[in-house]
């Protein structure tokens, strides 16, 4: 009997003290988080096509579906036919005024005749002083005239600007009809099916960058002073009940602001240190899940 008190007592110790071995070889802990986007309709309509699934990767930009486009097909080419109905009142002011300016050539060109004339007593004053007037006139209707056109002109230039934007609009909302991911990710969660009234704001699908994960852990202030940007460390995913896996890591961000080490850590002396959140990025091979406990090394 006594033997077998030692013998379990041998045992105990030995356990804890592997326990205290294992806890110091990490210098921090923390959980893997991935970057997730919630994707929303953007605007109203039935959702035509589509047939993601929870699991599928996806790729930034690629359409992953879209939402009824019909009326604003409709309303573009309303819209394009009022542009060409537009265009056609527009003028081309120098056909417009050419028959003005080509009276006023001729004009000019008696007038040299008969101020010619006029000097050699050949013609009286009058004639050249009708010739004079007549050039004025003509002068001030085209004046008159190429305002007139040019007024239209702008005018219907403005109309013109108004239609353009209208459609640049409509462009605006079949492109936003067309349902894609903004980042390369896995689709997590899907809350809507082919068929069904998508409204805008209502959600969609999430979806999760899990290739490029992110170790978030807490330091002390006294290991602050060895951790950088851009710096490799060694990464500690868990693997089955007592093993570990490695990966190389590299921090990319440090807190600049201590907090208190969160709620997760039950230590009464630990949760009143104060502590700096880190994250390291990680290459996922695919066995380190979002929500899973890691440690780092310092190298």
Not at 118 to 126: E, G, L, P, T
Not at 202 to 208: D, M, N, P, S, Y
Request: with cysteine.
């Amino acid at each position: 009997m006594k033997t077998n008190i030692l013998f379990i007592v041998g045992i105990t110790t030995l356990i804890f003290t592997s326990c205290g071995k294992n806890n110091g070889t990490y210098d921090a802990s923390g959980v893997f988080e991935a970057r997730e986007v919630t994707v929303s309709a953007r605007t109203t309509g039935e959702l035509i096509q589509f047939d993601i699934e929870e699991g599928q990767k996806l790729e930034a930009g690629k359409q992953a579906g879209y939402i009824d486009t019909v009326q604003l097909h409709l309303k573009k080419m309303q819209l394009l036919a009022s542009m060409k109905s537009v265009e056609s009142r527009q003028y081309n002011v120098s056909r417009q005024i050419a028959s003005i300016r080509q009276q006023i050539a001729t004009e000019k060109t008696e007038q040299k005749r008969y101020e010619n004339l006029v000097q050699s007593n050949a013609a009286n004053q009058k004639q050249l002083d009708d010739i004079n007037a007549q050039i004025a006139l003509l002068e001030k209707q085209l004046s008159a005239q190429t305002e007139t056109l040019e007024n239209n002109n702008r005018s219907v230039s403005g109309e013109s600007s108004g239609l353009i934007a209208q459609i640049d609009q409509i462009d605006d909302q079949i492109q936003k009809s067309i349902i894609s991911s903004p980042i390369n990710g896995t689709v997590l969660s899907k809350y809507a099916e082919q068929g069904e009234l998508a409204t805008q704001g209502r959600t969609l699908f999430k979806v999760a960058d899990i290739e490029n994960m992110t170790l978030r852990v807490y330091i002390t202030a006294d290991q602050l002073t060895s951790l950088k940007i851009g710096q490799s460390v060694k990464v500690y995913a868990d693997q089955g009940k007592s093993d570990r896996k490695e990966y190389p890591g590299t921090i990319n961000w440090i807190s600049d602001k201590a907090e208190f080490t969160p709620k997760t850590i039950q230590t009464r002396d630990e949760r009143a240190n104060l502590v700096y959140a880190v994250k390291v990025a990680v290459k996922n091979d695919g066995y380190i899940k979002k929500g899973m406990y890691g440690e780092i090394k310092i190298n």
